[in-house]
């Protein structure tokens, strides 16, 4: 069943346009991979997705629901509790220890706070980085700092997880132990995947794959279909 | 967010958002105490008038700007225009550390939180401090009060330490100046608010500022210089005391928010010269910094422009008193009188003078702050160049550079815009014509009425007028005083540098 | 990918102890799951060559009912030969020759930019199943670390190719105008 669909969206940036009409769906529990050469909107394609850019045209439904017209609070709040967000780096808050890092959705959300750090500790555990939970993220290695990361992007249980270049940053062995977790809790969640990267080895985790270029889906023939591989 | 999720999430920070913190408040402190002090002047009671004391002065005061009920407004309304520069300071705090809060606000956002969620959570921050800041304020002033209240031996008090203003007054000072303050934040946190994406992906440049500042300029002398002789005539007929504030403050602050933003177009076009001309690599560096953040040089120093822009005005109009004092003597002399100078709009003129200085130093501390945290900002990319053999006498180089080339324009122009402002607005030095009976005979012969009729006669004084002189010097005195300011923060400020190049930076997150 | 030394590999399998041929394949498809399953007759030529090469020689051969089962050991001339073997580094790509490069340049001598484009393409999309296929395997909760590190070597091969194949996509059309001034 489709989740989330994006109608000929646009988006620029100035006068640079990034997107130039996409779309595309996403089933229930399927992991996409979003591929194409550096600069063809994959990453612009997946913040309209997450409701975190606003697309200059186009819809994006959810659910049947548009969430592009959404107000900014609404779309926060949807990103918080129905989606997670992986990115390359960048997205841990330094001055907070790994474990207040997970939990931090769940405090926004009004959770308590000794509540959303058992839960949180419970989630680093999973992730296999349990070790670091009261060390910032300064003190951390890449590996550990990504995990504390998807650890946090799949605290609120989310229906879709949005990775942007997930293992960009990590080598050829932190990367395939991180995206080798990711898929499994996926699948055990019935979560989608929505996988932005630019490597073939790491789109091959996913069910079916999109090729972007140019702002455009690319339908000569690049993006290969689903092998049915999703459960 | 539950309140103790709230105060965490508020308080996580490093030492700089400590430093911004403990500023904020300081700031506070002597915002506080600036409107404590106006709103006791405003407090003193006017005594009924009496056979004794027709004008209602209130004699127990040493202080002519406190005696006379005519002046306590305008005493007041300059204790208010000393936050000003307090504010100013504020704002260049609320930048310390702000491309890390910033990115914290922005993971914040990313992790799921409502603009809303966010904004509560930086105006906590502020508004705690100031709150902090206005306690001890509201402390440190209720102290002055017992200290200073000392009165000479005629039991003349120096200071209005008798009164105290309503306790609903100090509250809203207490309460007030923070939620102020905490709203100010709000406003500045819009561009973080609107983009989860903060720091990882910046929309499209935003083109260098024009010279729309000068409008703005134009705009706040206008409604200065034509806009209050109209409200002026307007006043004999109904009230404007209300009014009259009001003119006055927006048209200085238009004015002044011209000077400020003229400042960002100044960095702005002293860059793409400089980047013309510019052989030698400190230069260079210099003029892209100032291209691509030419609003930092308004920032930097909007507090040092204001204390200028009020400096310029103030001498101009000591200029103005000064020409006004000739000019009363020589009408004086005319009809055979020699008159002392008329110390007192002078000596009001020290004390305003005071509190431009007090300005001065309050905004040369909030440039060190600004000039220190621009180098711990780009404490990485120093660091970068340092590591790539980039020598640390070139980055020095270029942060003077960039820091004094477009101050000084922009104090040029503050001296400007303070000297002309005023001259409008108080007009050249005039006296009315008007006539006078004058005994020419001895004391004793004009003291007998039956005999002064015999040696009196009429002297028409004509009207005159003068224009002030330009006070060159003084305006001289006051653009140097300055220029130094702005080299003595940056010299202090680049011993920073060195500690800020550590190879070591390029770890840090 | 290259082809497999077989003779080495069985050198390397009796290193610790004479086997005959039928435990010998299997070990080779155990060892090497991922390659060409090596066939019986194959491991007996080879075997043979070997003998006669003097690298190993026959221990013993016995026969229940089944079929003739000949224990073969290493000898120190053949354990000097793996080990040399061992030692030598294999020359990186000597040759750059793939069958998939020759039918592109072929593609493009014989026909026009699109056939060549289309060979690319759909080339890319055996290559990325096949790839998914592997990612597969190698996740399989039954995986060894034998299946994931043969997987493993495929996969970085095929990303490898896959890189190239997205690469020469963008520049099919220059190469073309190259070809064909």
């Keep these: 069943m489709t989740q989330l669909q994006a109608r000929d969206v646009v988006r620029s940036y100035g006068r640079t346009p990034a997107l130039r009409g996409v779309t595309l769906d996403l089933d229930e529990g399927e992991i996409l991979a979003v591929t194409g050469p550096s600069g063809c909107g994959k990453s612009t394609l997946l913040h309209c997705l997450a409701g975190i850019l606003r697309p200059d045209s186009g819809e994006v439904t959810w659910r049947g629901e548009r969430i592009d017209t959404w107000s900014e609070a609404a779309r926060s709040r949807l990103r918080r509790t129905e989606f997670g967000v992986l990115f390359q780096f960048g997205q841990l808050v330094a001055e907070l220890t790994a474990a207040e890092n997970v939990a931090l959705p769940l405090l926004l959300a009004g959770t308590g706070r000794r509540e959303a750090r058992a839960v949180a500790a419970s989630w680093l555990d999973r992730l296999g980085v349990g070790e670091v939970a009261d060390v910032r993220p300064g003190e951390m290695s890449g590996g550990q700092q990504q995990r504390c990361a998807a650890a946090r992007a799949l605290v609120t249980g989310p229906r879709v997880l949005f990775a942007d270049e997930p293992t960009g940053a990590l080598d050829t062995l932190a990367g395939e132990q991180l995206l080798t977790t990711l898929v499994r809790l996926s699948r055990e969640k019935g979560t989608s995947v929505v996988l932005v990267t630019h490597e073939p080895r790491i789109a091959a985790y996913a069910d079916r794959e999109v090729v972007l270029r140019d702002g455009t889906v690319d339908h000569s023939g690049l993006g290969v279909p689903s092998t049915g591989g999703h459960r | ?509 | 990918m290259s082809e497999v030394s077989t003779p080495h590999v069985l050198l390397g399998l009796l290193a610790s102890g004479g086997r005959h041929g039928y435990e010998l394949k299997r070990a080779y498809d155990a060892r090497l799951p991922q390659a060409r399953p090596l066939a019986f007759g194959q491991v007996y030529a080879t075997l043979g060559r070997l003998e006669r090469d003097g690298m190993v020689a026959v221990t013993g051969q016995e026969r229940d009912g089944g079929p003739d089962r000949t224990t073969y050991a290493l000898t120190d001339e053949g354990r000097a030969a793996l080990d040399r073997w061992l030692s030598d580094v294999e020359p990186p790509l000597p040759y750059v020759a793939s069958t998939l490069l020759a039918k592109v340049v072929v593609a493009l001598l014989v026909a026009d930019v699109d056939r060549a484009r289309s060979c690319l393409v759909a080339q890319r999309q055996a290559h990325t199943a096949r790839l998914r296929e592997l990612t597969g395997v190698k996740h399989a909760p039954s995986a060894t670390l034998d299946d994931v590190v043969a997987a493993d070597y495929a996969i970085a091969h095929l990303d490898a190719d896959l890189r190239w194949l997205a690469t020469t996509l963008d520049r099919v059309a220059d190469w073309h105008r190259e070809v064909h001034p």
């Design chain 2, 1 to 509: 967010m539950t309140p103790g999720a709230l105060v965490r999430l508020a308080l996580a920070g490093t030492r700089t958002d400590t430093a911004r913190v403990l500023l904020t408040a300081l700031s506070a402190v002597l915002a506080a105490l600036a409107v404590l002090a106006a709103f006791t002047v405003l407090a003193i009671p006017t005594p009924p008038a009496t056979a004794d004391n027709p004008v209602r002065w209130s004699e127990h005061y040493s202080q002519a700007l406190l005696r006379e009920p005519g002046l306590r407004g305008g005493t007041a309304f300059a204790l208010v225009l000393l936050t000003v520069p307090v504010l100013a300071l504020a704002g260049q705090c609320a930048r310390l550390g702000a491309p890390a809060r910033d990115r914290r606000l922005a993971a914040l956002r990313l992790a799921g939180a409502t603009p809303r969620q966010v904004t509560w959570l930086a105006m906590l921050e502020t508004g705690v401090a100031s709150l902090l800041g206005t306690l001890t304020g509201l402390g440190l002033y209720l102290a002055a009060r017992e200290l200073l209240h000392r009165p000479d031996e005629h039991g003349r008090l120096a200071l209005p330490t008798d009164v105290l203003p309503p306790v609903g007054a100090l509250a809203a000072v207490v309460l007030g100046l923070p939620v102020v303050a905490g709203a100010a934040t709000a406003l500045m946190l819009r561009g973080v608010i609107t983009t989860p994406l903060g720091v990882t992906r910046r929309a499209a440049r935003e083109r260098g500022p024009g010279p729309g500042a000068m409008v703005l300029i134009v705009v706040g002398a206008a409604v200065l210089v034509l806009g209050w002789p109209l409200l002026a005539r307007w006043s004999a007929y109904g009230p404007s005391a209300a009014l009259g504030p009001v003119f006055l403050v927006g048209g200085g602050l238009a004015a002044l928010a011209g000077v400020v933003s003229a400042a960002g177009w100044f960095s702005y076009t002293t860059g793409r010269v400089l980047r013309r001309y510019a052989r030698r690599p400190a230069a260079l560096l210099a003029a892209s910094r100032l291209m691509a953040d030419p609003w930092a040089g308004s920032r930097t120093f909007a507090a040092l422009l204001a204390a200028v822009t009020f400096g310029a005005g103030a001498a101009a109009l000591r200029a103005h008193f000064v020409a006004q004092d000739e000019l009363r003597r020589e009408a004086s002399r005319r009809v055979g009188v020699e008159a002392g100078d008329n110390p007192f709009y002078l000596a009001t003129m020290t004390l305003v003078d005071l509190a431009v200085t007090v300005a001065v130093v309050i905004a040369a501390a909030g440039l060190l702050v600004a000039v220190v945290e621009g180098i711990v900002a780009r404490r990485r990319a120093y660091a970068a160049l340092v590591a790539t053999g980039v020598p640390r006498g070139t980055l020095a180089r270029s942060i003077a550079w960039q820091s004094v080339l477009p101050a000084v324009p922009a104090i040029l122009l503050a001296l400007a815009v303070g000297t002309l402002v005023a001259r409008g607005l108080f007009g050249d030095a005039t006296s009315g014509s008007y006539t006078s009976l004058v005994c020419d005979a001895g004391e004793r012969l004009c003291s007998d009425p039956a005999t002064r009729e015999r040696y009196s006669r009429i002297v028409e004084v004509p009207a005159t007028h003068r224009v002030p002189d330009v006070p060159l010097e003084h305006l001289a005195l006051l653009g140097a005083g300055a220029l130094a300011a702005v080299l003595v923060t940056v010299a202090v400020g680049l011993l920073f540098l060195r500690s800020s190049t550590a190879v070591e930076e390029l770890r840090a997150t």
